[in-house]
């Protein structure tokens, strides 16, 4: 996949809402990048995190403007596909968003369309997208059984059953990060705690990592950030690490078990033939994939029974959502190709 920018054929737009940013591309039929830009997730004021309707205004207008930047220069598009964090119903509304601060209840689709017209507009769950993206054009190719994990802010999963990413009787299928793996755990922005993704994501490993610092296990990581253990963030572990720290190798290790308890608990469920890794953590790349594969192989159910299911990174990085998206949405309009 290449990027440029110019006329040509038609794009589909596809945007990805995360939790730090907003990122978009204008996708050509071909599975092209012709454009693509990012925004700051905003946050706006406090009053406004606890008011969906106030939040899906900043979201929307987000979106809106990340249009307007995506479309400078090419022909009208022919859909806006966006993924959104957590559990996005079939009439694009975002039911349920813990990682998204007062986002739960927004109408993404309504709002959106208001501000575009008449684009049609089509709203996943970014990790069904990030799924579909990798399916079509990265590591999942060929895939029958499969899933795609993205480990982020927080912890999503798309899944793929007899080659199509499945989105459930909802479209709440695989909310894997709100599976509970130990129920004394912290307290989870879900309302529950101890949920897998409290200990595998990107805020599961900065919870590590200070847990290690304030035990003594990284003194040259606290040495580099001033002295503070409550100011270690998982950032600084990826990077020690590079450097052959062995306290940030160690949290990477115990950061691998985590992830591996959660996809052995995928597998036991969808008896997936390959898995694929995404998200922020997963730029990481064998520093996460070894103690995870490690780990894995002694916790998935029946190892010496069970064909090896092969685990291994994303191939299309922080595009893949928004990829997705674009393609979700052109094929909602003219049918898959």
């Given at each position: 996949m290449t990027e440029h920018r110019g006329s040509g054929p038609r794009a589909t737009l596809g945007i990805d809402i995360g939790g730090t940013k907003v990122f978009g591309v204008a996708l050509d039929p071909d599975g092209r990048i012709l454009a693509e830009a990012r925004l700051a997730t905003p946050n706006g004021e406090r009053a406004s995190l606890l008011d969906p309707e106030r939040r899906g205004d900043q979201v929307a207008d987000a979106v809106a403007d990340l249009v307007r930047q995506l479309c400078s220069g090419l022909e009208p598009p022919v859909a806006l596909g966006i993924g959104a964090p957590g559990m996005v119903d079939r009439h694009g509304v975002l039911c349920f968003a813990p990682n998204l601060p007062g986002a739960s209840g927004v109408d993404v689709q309504g709002l959106v369309s208001g501000r575009l017209g008449g684009m049609a507009i089509v709203v996943e769950n970014d990790a069904n997208c990030a799924a579909?993206?990798?399916?079509?054009?990265?590591?999942?190719?060929?895939?029958?059984?499969?899933?795609?994990?993205?480990?982020?802010?927080?912890?999503?999963a798309g899944l793929?059953?007899?080659?199509?990413?499945?989105?459930?009787?909802?479209g709440f299928a695989g909310e894997v990060g709100h599976?509970?793996?130990d129920p004394a755990g912290p307290p989870c922005p879900c309302g529950r705690r101890g949920c897998w993704e409290r200990f595998a994501s990107g805020a599961g490993l900065g919870r590590l990592a200070r847990e290690a610092a304030q035990a003594g296990r990284l003194p040259r990581v606290v040495a580099a950030v001033g002295g503070d253990p409550e100011s270690v963030h998982g950032e600084d572990i990826t990077t020690a690490a590079r450097h052959g720290d062995p306290g940030a190798l160690g949290v990477l290790e115990e950061l691998g078990w985590w992830v591996a308890l959660g996809l052995a608990n995928v597998v036991a469920v969808v008896d997936p033939e390959r898995i694929v890794l995404g998200g922020g953590l997963a730029e990481a790349g064998e520093l996460l994939l070894g103690p995870t594969r490690r780990a894995f192989a002694e916790l998935v159910e029946g190892p010496g029974a069970r064909p090896p299911v092969a685990l291994a990174a994303a191939t299309l990085g922080e595009r893949a959502g928004a990829v997705g998206a674009a393609l979700a949405a052109r094929w909602a309009v003219e049918g898959p190709r």
């Open positions: 579909l993206a990798e399916l079509t054009f990265g590591a999942l190719q060929g895939a029958g059984e499969a899933a795609m994990i993205t480990l982020g802010t927080g912890i999503g793929v059953v007899g080659g199509q990413v499945h989105l459930g009787s909802n599976m509970i793996v």
